[in-house]
């Protein structure tokens, strides 16, 4: 195979690509939002491209995955529609009312409604429907809101990991290697199911004594009515259909963008009290931008040839170990990176790597599993690990500002005492199962 030697392009495209990563991950440092470090490394990528010849402005506009992109605005609209109509509430309430009190019963409900809803909606907006609801349930019971709430942020995030468009980046991930939506919950749905369980039986130890309390009252207060009926069971026969859509798009010749659109398009004429006007002002433009942007930077280093340069030294690490060895490596590296870090600007950096690594000539199917477990169990490391979990502790400490009492919100200490231990059992599941069943990731045909 061709040995690439070091040249300008190479520096050029590598500097950009890591100066605009330390500045994304250095945000809480300087202050500079991750979307203005993005946007500006994507407009310097594009010039120095442009004037050293390896990338074009026209280049820069087909690196970008319009998939992810277009089937991210749609699913938050989606959403978007769905919240004003109090469906999500009335869930929520029947689950507490099925409980009657049994806290553990609660929590594993509760955790059951917000993995499902993960599978096909992104953790962050399953977390901020609930959360609230979660506060308003346990304070009408009168019992602590913590282990439910961290239960719901890292059920989320281990639920999101099943599918391929239950987190953002399971979607970046299948775009860069080909991955569909049958081949994705097939191979990630009983690591994700395992782990799950996993977190389950965690919290009902780590929180033995909070949950064997006797609520003082089974009555729920302030309970949100059904305000638009006709939209909410509209909405959830399109979200069945879609997943059809999902399932056969292949078969349909259907990017899922396309299937995500059509729902879409069906739900806003449903819904004939949803103002379109409003209803797309809900849309994460920065989130969007953030992924045009990461696009467009890694764009500019495959032009490069770069990432090829890179892979041809990460061979004789993968022909030393052995793959099953970096696989495990990557996962737990993955994990451990996302804990500290958000897992899309990592992700963003891998994706290439192991591109990079396959044009080398490494059986890399593997490594693409690794790498969607790994960030999406590491996000239940720390209290900073995902945006998830950033709202549900912002919420808890809003909580116990409103009642003056601090032992009602979660704190970093907390979380690496309830938190961390989950995601290092996650990791220790997965990391056995891929090693029993090695063989099913490393010939997936990915």
Known sequence: METLVWNTEMLVSGLVLVLTFVAIFTEGIHGIHRVKCAMAGAATMMIVGHIFGFYSPEEAVEAIDWNVVFLLGCMMTIVAIMIPTGGFQQMAYAIADFSKGRLFLLLALMGTLVTGLSLLLDNVTTVVIFGPLIILICQSLRVSAIPMLLAAALLSDTGGVATLVGDPPNLMIGSAAGIDFNTFIFHMGGLVLAAWIAI????????????????????????????????????????????????????????????????????VFIGRK?????????????????????????????????????????????????????????????????????????????????????????????????????????????????????????????????????????????????????????????????????????????
């Open 274 to 446: 949803v103002d379109v006007e409003e209803t797309f002002a809900h849309i994460e433009l920065a989130l969007l931008m953030f992924f045009l942007s990461l696009f467009i930077i890694v764009g500019g280093v495959e032009h490069s040839e770069f990432l090829r340069y890179l892979g041809q030294f990460i061979v004789p690490f993968v022909e030393k170990f052995g793959l099953l060895a970096s696989t495990i490596a990557l996962m737990w590296v993955s994990a451990i990176f996302s804990a500290a870090i958000d897992n899309i600007p990592f992700t963003a950096a891998m994706i290439p790597i192991i591109l990079g690594m396959e044009a080398q000539g490494i059986n890399v199917s593997p490594l693409w599993w690794a790498l969607a477990a790994g960030v999406g169990m590491g996000g239940n490391g720390t209290h900073l690990g995902s945006t998830a979990n950033v709202f549900i502790v912002t919420i808890s400490e809003k909580m116990a500002r409103d009642q003056n009492d601090p032992t009602l919100a979660i704190t970093p200490g907390l979380w690496f005492r309830k938190g961390t231990p989950a995601m290092l059992i996650t990791l220790l599941v997965c990391s056995i199962i891929m090693t029993i069943f090695f063989s099913f990731f490393e010939h997936s045909g990915v």
């Open 200 to 267: 389950l039986i965690t919290l009902k130890f780590l929180f033995k004594q909070e949950l064997a309390v006797t609520p003082a009252s089974l009555d729920i207060s302030d309970r949100e009515p059904l305000t638009d009926s006709r939209t909410w069971y509209g909405a959830l026969a399109v979200l069945g259909v879609m997943v059809v859509g999902f399932v056969l798009h292949n078969s349909l010749n259907w990017e899922p963008w396309f299937v995500a659109g059509l729902g879409l398009t069906v739900l």
